[in-house]
């Protein structure tokens, strides 16, 4: 389905969040964002097994900007595995000609699997892969698995106690072995919680908030502590609003 035009204001809201376009950033790791869309009582979905949708078709429209704007998209596989979603990029500048295919522009999916639940086969992902409106994934395991899946690629990585890898390490491999300079982080729950805890690995933040309550039940966004922004902006929509920001770093 098409997606809405975008509105045009949110490229220079967004702008100072964006990751530098060409000029070579320094650091080891990527320049990261962890964006999302979470209601007034801060749920992400109704519950585990429901894809919910809260973003109005602007901001709809901007993750496909933001997706445009990126190298890699990351998701945890609760979300693959409930939300089946394509994650390749429908948005082009209005100057430039529709690409030939949308891989040519879509980001680089990065699944967190560690256990290996997920398969490429059968999914959305695939299908617009295989039309080549996607790219493959790379995914995340801490065991390669015995039977490989085509285009598929593999990060193998160690776990800790609680089966999660290092996020900093997990970063820096990503720049290294595949090239990823910007990786936009889309969730879910566990993966967003944790990672509002290290502000020291998250450049900016891009959180759409829909007009909706989801109720208890739902999948909550809410670190275990306290975590303060700054450089806060604010973009008002017809039914949501955008908070774009920085995170204050713990010394
Ligand atoms: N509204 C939104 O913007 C939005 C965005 C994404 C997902 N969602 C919703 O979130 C829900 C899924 O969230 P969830 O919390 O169940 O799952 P999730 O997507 O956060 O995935 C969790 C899994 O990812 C892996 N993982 C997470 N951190 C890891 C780490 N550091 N190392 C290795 N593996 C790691 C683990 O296997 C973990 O079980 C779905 O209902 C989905 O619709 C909403
Ligand atoms: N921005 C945003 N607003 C929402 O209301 C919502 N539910 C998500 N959820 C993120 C989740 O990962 C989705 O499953 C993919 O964003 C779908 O991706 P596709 O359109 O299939 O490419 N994200």
Redesign the pocket.
């Given at each position: 389905m098409p997606i809405q035009p975008l509105k045009q204001e949110l490229v220079s809201f967004l702008d100072p969040y964006m990751p530098e376009s060409d000029g070579e950033q320094k650091q080891e790791k990527p320049y990261v964002i962890l964006?999302?869309?979470q209601s007034l009582d801060a749920r992400?979905?109704k519950s585990k097994g429901i894809?919910?949708?809260?973003?109005h078709g602007e901001?709809?429209t901007?993750?496909h900007y933001l997706?445009y704007k990126f190298d890699a998209i990351m998701?945890g596989c609760g979300?693959?595995l409930?939300?089946?979603?394509?994650?390749?990029c429908?948005w082009w500048p209005d100057d430039e000609d529709k690409p030939e295919h949308l891989a040519e522009i879509s980001p680089r999916p990065v699944i967190l699997d560690p256990n290996g639940k997920w398969k490429f086969e059968g999914t959305?992902?695939k299908a617009?892969f295989d039309a080549g409106d996607g790219k493959a994934p790379i995914v995340v395991v801490k065991k390669r698995p015995e039977v490989e899946e085509p285009n598929v690629d593999y990060l193998v990585m160690e776990t800790n106690f609680t089966g999660k890898v290092d996020w900093n390490d997990l970063f820096v491999q990503l720049k290294s072995q595949f090239g990823l300079k910007s990786i936009m982080v889309?969730?879910?729950g566990i993966v967003i919680n944790d990672l509002l805890q290290r502000p020291h690995l998250i450049d900016a933040l891009v959180i759409?908030i829909?007009a909706t309550f989801l109720g208890s039940e739902g999948v909550e966004v809410s670190p275990l502590i306290e975590i303060n922004l700054k450089d806060v902006s604010w973009w008002r929509g017809t039914q949501d609003s955008v908070l774009c920001s920085r995170l204050v770093r713990h010394s």
């Open positions: 964006t999302y869309a992400i979905a894809r919910t949708v809260i973003s901001t709809n901007m993750t997706r998701l979300t693959v409930v939300d089946d979603p394509g994650l390749n429908k959305k992902m617009v889309e969730g879910g759409t829909g």
